[in-house]
Every structure is written in C-alpha cells, then in structure tokens.
C-alpha cells in the first residue's frame, strides 16, 4: 500500500505497475531512436473542398514504423507528451510539413498537430519563422492545428506567441471541435481561423438529429465569426453530401483520402477526388 498525497491510500499491484513502467521505459526508449534514425515519418491525408471535392490542403500525422510494426499515434503521443519527446516529434513533422509546402504540386496548405508542450516553447514564434523562411514558404500555407485540451490553461506569453503568429499569416485550428472543455470562450480568446468539427458528430450525422444539429449549429456559427470549418472522418459519400449541404467548407476522412505518402498526395493534389 502506498499513501498518496492527501494521505489516502492506494493498493499497488507491485508486478503490474513494475511491467508496466518497464513497457513504458522501453516504448521511450525505442521512440526516442526512432526519432534519430528515422523510423519515424509523416503521413499526409487530403482535405477537399466541400463544394468540388478539390484537394486544396492536407493534414501532417506522424507514422512510426517500429521494425515494420505501424504504431499508431494514439498509442505514443501520449507517452511522448509525459516525456517531452512530442516536441521533437512536433518540431521534426513541422519541418517535413514545410518541406512538403516547398515542393511542386503541394496542396495550399497542410495542418501539423501541436502538443501543449511545443506551444509551450518560448522560442516558438523564433522557430517557425526559421523552418518558413529555411524552406521558401509563405506563412499563411501553414495551419497550427491545436485541441481544446491543449489550449487550457495556457500562459500569456503563450496567448501572445499565437496572435504574433496570427500576424504573420498562420492559421490557427481547433482540431476536435466539440468535443473539449470551452469551446466557445476558446473561440474569442484565440486567433481561430479553423474550426474542425470532430469525427464524433459526422459518424452519425445521418442517422442523429442531434448530431445534424450541432453540425448545422457549428458551421452557421463559425460563417458569423468568419472562421471556416473542416468536417474531420468522412466515410461516405452520403456523409460528405449532407455536410456540404449544411454548409461546411472543407471535407477530410477516408473517402477523400487516407493519410498517405508525400509522393502519393502530390500525385494526386492535380486531380479531382471523385465522390
Ligand atoms: P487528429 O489531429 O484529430 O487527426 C485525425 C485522425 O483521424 C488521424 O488519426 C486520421 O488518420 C484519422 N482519420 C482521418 N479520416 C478518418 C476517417 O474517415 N475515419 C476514421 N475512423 N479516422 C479518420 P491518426 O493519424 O491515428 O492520429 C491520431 C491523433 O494523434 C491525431 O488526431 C492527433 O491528435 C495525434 N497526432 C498525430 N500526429 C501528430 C503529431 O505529429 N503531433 C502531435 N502532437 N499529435 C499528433
Ligand atoms: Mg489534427
Ligand atoms: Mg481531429
Ligand atoms: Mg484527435
């Protein structure tokens, strides 16, 4: 038995907590090689628009291959925010995302997804600037993408770093919108750009008058404020149809496109997606 804090006690099943962290030791251990030999890459996922299907952007996730093993994101980004890493994992998708911006055929804009401590650094604004600049691209081709989650209890400073980034061109999107804390006093606190409705509210958007209501109520909110919205986990063509009837401006999910090679996205940014 161990004694927390508040001098209540909790049971400890020694062998698992000791398996337990021995795992965790071993997934930091593994993730933090990853990072220097370059088992970890980015995937890019297309982002149409509502109206004609056009791929216009993309969505940056990180990829870990572990000895031909995809770990997915949800499985180590957690870890890597208790540990620190997900900076270098942020920093290193940021520089790719940029580098894909820089090269021919490249949609206008792609999305990279910050933990709270990247957003965190104090050379944040100082760093970006650098990774554009090194690369050629404007700043307005590039969208931060931040949760709801990421955004609580963020410093002054932190709030400052984003309206400077703001300033300077860079889109700003609550990513799984609805599904947080604030949303709302998030949208007047924060240089909101983009709004992306979560997967949550479109996989029964069909079938749920609630849901379709809150889709509806979203975007007729986000036209007031002049923020556009992105519809995130798009599955079918009924799905897409009806969000593009209730006004949305943007469409990202399986059936415009899954996460994909660089070589892939830039194959594909000329042409349609049929839908
Ligand atoms: P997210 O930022 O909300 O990214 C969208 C997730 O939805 C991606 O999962 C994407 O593959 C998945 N998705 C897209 N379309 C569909 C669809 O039609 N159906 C379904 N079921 N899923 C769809 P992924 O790549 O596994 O990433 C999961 C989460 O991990 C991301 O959610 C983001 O929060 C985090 N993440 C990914 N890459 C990074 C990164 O470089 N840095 C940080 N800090 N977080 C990242
Ligand atoms: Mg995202
Ligand atoms: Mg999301
Ligand atoms: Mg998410």
Not at 9 to 29: C, F, K, Q, S
Not at 139 to 162: K, N, Q
Request: proline share 4%; aromatic share 6%.
């Amino acid at each position: 038995e161990a004694k927390r804090t508040d001098g209540t006690a909790v049971r400890i099943y020694e062998t698992g907590l000791g398996t337990r962290a021995a795992e965790r030791y071993d997934l930091e251990r593994r993730l933090r090689e990853a990072l220097r030999t370059g088992a970890l890459t980015v995937a890019f996922q297309p982002i149409v628009e509502a109206d004609d299907r056009r791929i216009t952007g993309a969505e940056a996730l990180v990829r870990w291959n572990d000895d031909g093993r995809a770990i997915p994101p949800d499985d180590f980004i957690p870890l890597a925010e208790q540990t620190g890493l997900v900076v270098d994992i942020d920093l290193f998708v940021l520089d790719r995302a940029c580098a894909a911006l820089a090269m021919a055929g490249s949609p206008n804009r792609i999305g990279v997804n910050f933990s709270a401590g990247t957003l965190a650094l104090p050379d944040l604004v100082d760093r970006i600037d650098e990774v554009l600049s090194r690369h050629g691209v404007p700043a307005d081709r590039l969208c931060i993408e931040l949760t709801e989650t990421t955004l609580i209890g963020v410093s002054p400073v932190t709030d400052a770093m984003l309206h400077a980034l703001f300033d300077r061109g860079v889109h700003l999107a609550l990513d799984d919108f609805g599904t947080g804390y604030a949303s709302l006093n998030y949208l007047r606190r924060f240089p909101v750009t983009r709004i992306k409705i979560d997967r949550s509210f479109v996989d029964d958007l069909l079938s749920s008058p609630e849901d379709s209501a809150i889709v509806q109520g979203t975007v007729l909110l986000a036209k007031r404020l002049s923020i556009q919205t992105v519809a995130e986990g798009v599955e079918t063509v009924a799905q897409a149809d009806a969000l593009t009837a209730l006004g949305c401006d943007h469409l990202q999910g399986y059936l415009l496109g899954r996460p994909m090679p660089l070589e892939d996205l830039l194959a594909t940014t000329s042409a349609c997606v049929r839908t």
